[in-house]
């Protein structure tokens, strides 16, 4: 028995065991497949983690059965399968496909709130604020819209447009109060202006310090190593030339200042860029943090 556990994945080793009792099999020896039965498969594959084969058993039940009463729980399960999986895009139609085909199913609503999730997980925030507004707008008292307005404020997040993040929060608070997720979601707005208030450095002003003095800007933007590194080749390239020019060696001026010219546009363009990686650098720890509050309310 251990090896044929070894050989065989627990789905159809399930199989097998509801198979040998006499409700499954056909006089002329055949096994037949209930639906019950095919469920259980493709949930099975499902807890596992193997969710590519659970949309492949949860598919071959909508074949075999669809007119089952069930057919929208596997119609659910395929778009959870490709969720969990992080296949957002087929996710986010298998989802839209569900609420299309079966508009008064159970799952109807959450479904319309996964869609749009999905949609945040592909970085369409257009879409997926479209989405999660229309189920506020719709189902106001669904366990899903105080749900939606936690994610639109993530999504926003994620576009930096703080204040759009800040307004969902706020409606949170005035839409749903006693709700059980109301002080992490205070917290959120606390750290939100937190984000707000962080110091920024001016890539501009980087450019334009390492334009007058190579290496300056990634000085300013405490990119240390990179600034001396700047500071050293520019200045080699730029001595060298001088030298050639003093020596009226004129060619070797030509060439030492045009292959210098490259490093010394780098150094400018990569000062304004390290300004930006030290904001970044800056506000990520706060957005992660705003994240972890917030997760257990999505």
Not at 55 to 61: A, G, L, Q, R, S
Not at 164 to 177: E, G, H, K, T, W
Request: aromatic share 12%; hydrophobic share 45%; proline share 5%.
């Amino acid at each position: 028995m251990k090896s044929l556990r070894r050989l065989l994945p627990i789905p159809y080793l399930l199989f097998l065991v509801l198979a040998s009792f006499s409700p499954l099999h056909a006089d002329d020896g055949a096994v037949l497949v209930t639906g019950d039965v095919q469920l259980k498969i493709a949930d099975a594959f499902l807890e596992e983690g193997e969710y590519y084969r659970a949309v492949t058993e949860y598919k071959k039940f909508l074949i075999l059965f669809p007119d089952s009463a069930k057919a929208d729980y596997a119609s659910f399960e395929i778009a959870m399968a490709y969720l969990k999986g992080e296949e957002y895009g087929a996710a986010a139609r298998s989802f839209l496909a569900l609420r299309e085909k079966y508009p008064d199913s159970g799952y109807a609503i959450r479904a319309e709130y996964l869609g749009g999730v999905s949609q945040w997980k592909l970085k369409n925030y257009d879409r997926a604020r479209a989405a999660l507004e229309a189920l506020i707008e719709q189902h106001p008292e669904s366990e899903y819209a105080p749900r939606s307005l936690v994610v639109i404020c993530l999504a926003a997040l994620d576009e930096n447009k703080t204040e759009v993040s800040r307004q969902a929060l706020n409606r949170f608070l005035d839409r749903y109060p006693g709700h059980p997720g109301e002080e992490s979601v205070k917290e959120a707005i606390v750290q939100l202006d937190r984000y707000q208030e962080l110091p920024e450095k001016s890539p501009v002003l980087a450019g334009v310090m390492s334009a007058i003095l190579p290496g300056s800007g990634y000085f300013y933007a405490e990119h240390y190593g990179d600034g001396l590194t700047a500071f050293l080749i520019n200045g080699l390239f730029i001595a060298g030339t001088i030298t050639a020019i003093h020596q009226e060696n004129y060619a070797v001026a030509g060439i030492v200042g045009g292959v210098g010219v490259p490093f010394y546009l780098g150094n400018i363009y990569g000062s304004a860029n390290a300004a930006k990686k030290w904001n970044l650098g800056v506000r990520s720890e706060v957005i992660q943090k705003i994240h972890s509050i917030l997760a257990p309310l999505i």
